[in-house]
Structures are given as structure tokens and as C-alpha cells.
């Protein structure tokens, strides 16, 4: 098949999974094409079954804001029409399956029918997609989609609690990870990070206050005023010097290593010995799930989509969101001995393998089959 895929080429998990999807539908035989403003950071070699076109947007002082949705509907328009595209596979509902429909919508005029397959996957929905100025757009949006998928059945339920949508129309598709990327063996530089004695507790997001980046920084304290320890984190964004002053506030900055964005996730990840996650919200939490691959226990919370990839009690533990006291607590439970920690490294991995890439990329290849042949999806 001849897939585009529009994204957005960023660190954030919609752009990564849209990647890795695309990468591996490529390994299988599929031709790939990515439609967005620049190259996704997770897209670190082209091969001969992946394109990149990238999206212009002209300035224009008539503007105030740039058309990005036009020049993105206009863009695929030429895709669609120059390389003879299969089907068209949207993450984020806004802008892009808005600017999907209105590509097809185009085409149509020229005798061209393409199916469209929007992925839902968090912000999108809980965020800007309820905001009554753009829920119009995000509901003509979904309903429009040949097929919908949701990372999460918790970001389902959300969606149709608050758009007018079908139940029948959304099917859940969890997020995936490449299970061979926990067996593979990094360079594990763990003496550069910290000293034999002390374990290491990573956090990795983009430092939005959804993370709930202060919660991390005083879970952290409270385990290392029982266990030495160092903290390394993952990631940029705007609580970053809000983190880095509580850190001096508590008297722990030098306990405390601020990576900012990174490419070397995996080996990072290699010698950390608990994840932190404890977030006011997550549709899936892909990062926990690339944490556990390594074998890294995870502390999070129980919101969204996390009980659905963190099993309780067995690759880590689950609290309320705000109960840093729990959180820090069940932390200490995993980390004070040796022979715990082994078993919950154990299973961590034990639980990533339930989301498998070779497990869930054939679920997107039955979709896309099905749209092609105009088959509507029936629970």
C-alpha cells in the first residue's frame, strides 16, 4: 500500500508513535509518505519506502496568523495526486483531519476518492478539541473520518463523552513499542550518572504542567531522604527553571541531572532504575511503556490511560494524582532491596511485551485494507 501520514514532527507522542508506525510499515513493503512542516525528529534515515514532503507556509502580511491547515490541505492534494496514494492516516484531529477532508473533499472534485484514517491521541480530544471554539471543527472532524482510532479505551470513552460522535466509530489501538529495542545492549554508561551506591530515578516528558513536574522533583526527595539516589530529567518545556529552582529550594540540585531533550532515550533508560509519571493526565503514557522495556519499574498515576499500560503491583504501582506521599513510598517499596527490584524489572518487561509493534501494526493494516475497500468497521 501507499500510505501518507501527517503528523506532527515533534517530541511528543503522537509524532513518535506516527513515526515508528511509519517506519515499520515501510520495513514491512508499504510505501510511506510524511506530510508535515519539518523532518520528525524520530526519522533519523530515509530508506526507499519513506518519503518526507515537507509542508511551506508562505508569509503573507495579509495574515495574522499563517494558513498552516490550507497549505497542509493543498500539500496533500499534490501527494495524493503525484505518487497515487492508497489511503491517508491523520494523527491529531486538529488541524489535520480537518485539513484531511478538506484534501479529500478536492480530490473528489478531480474523480479522486481517498480514504482517511484519523488516530485521536490526548490533547487533541481533552484539550483543544473541547474548547467550544474549535469542538465544531473537532466533531464535523471525527464523524467525517472513513475510520477512528483511539490510543487509549480511556480517551474513547472520553471523546464520546464529550463530542457527538458514534460509539461504533472509534476502535481502540493501543500505543506499541519495539520490544527489541529493551533487548538490544546500549553502551550503559551508569558510573558517568551516579556513584555505585545510589539508584537512579528518570522522568521524561515535555515539562507541561499536565506532567505535574514539582510532583516528580518532591517524590524524589522524599525517596532520597531514605535511599541514595540521583534524578535525571528527560525533556524541555516551560516548568523547566520552575523545576531547577525547587530543586535548589529543597537543597538537592546536585542530586538532580537536567538532560533537556535528548535522542539517547534508550540509553538513558538502560541504567535507570524507576520511572517517574505521575501526571494530572495521560491518554496512554508512552513513556512509561518505553520505560518498562528497559525493565524500569514505574511510578504513576492512575489517570487515563495509564492503568492500561502500568499494572498495579506488578510492573509498578498506581496512586491518586497529587498523593506524592503514596507515590514516594511505593517507590522506596521497590527500591530498598535488591531482590524486589529484580522482579519488578522483570516484569516491567514481562508487561511491555503486551504492546508489542508486531502485535499492533498488523490491527493498522486491517484498517487500512478495510477504508480502501470502503468496509465499515462493526464492534
Known sequence: MKIAVVCYPTYGGSGVVATELGIVLAKKGHEIHFVTYSQPVRLDMLNENIRFHEVEVQEYPLFHYQPYELALSSKLVGVIKKHKIDVLHVHYAIP????????????????????????????????????????????????????????????KDDTLRLFDIEENKIEVVPNFIDISKGQASPECRRHIMALPEEKIITHISNFRPVKRIEDVILIFEKILNKIPAKLIMVGDGPLQNTARMLCKKLGIYDKVIFMGNSNEIDKILCFSDLFLLPSERESFGLAALEAMIHGVPVISSNSGGIPEVNKHGFSGFLSEVGNIEEMADNGISILKSEETLRNYKKNAKIQATNFDVSAIVPIYEKIYERVIQNIPFLN
Not at 473520518?145 to 490510543?151: F, G, I, L, R, W
Open 96 to 155: 489535520h483531519a480537518y485539513a484531511g477532508h478538506m484534501a479529500q473533499q478536492m480530490l473528489v472534485q478531480q474523480g479522486i476518492h481517498i480514504p482517511m484514517v484519523t488516530t485521536l491521541h490526548g490533547t487533541d480530544i481533552t484539550l483543544v478539541g473541547n474548547n467550544p471554539h474549535y469542538k465544531p471543527a473537532v466533531t464535523f472532524s471525527i464523524n467525517q473520518s472513513n475510520a477512528v482510532t483511539s490510543v487509549s479505551k480511556s480517551l
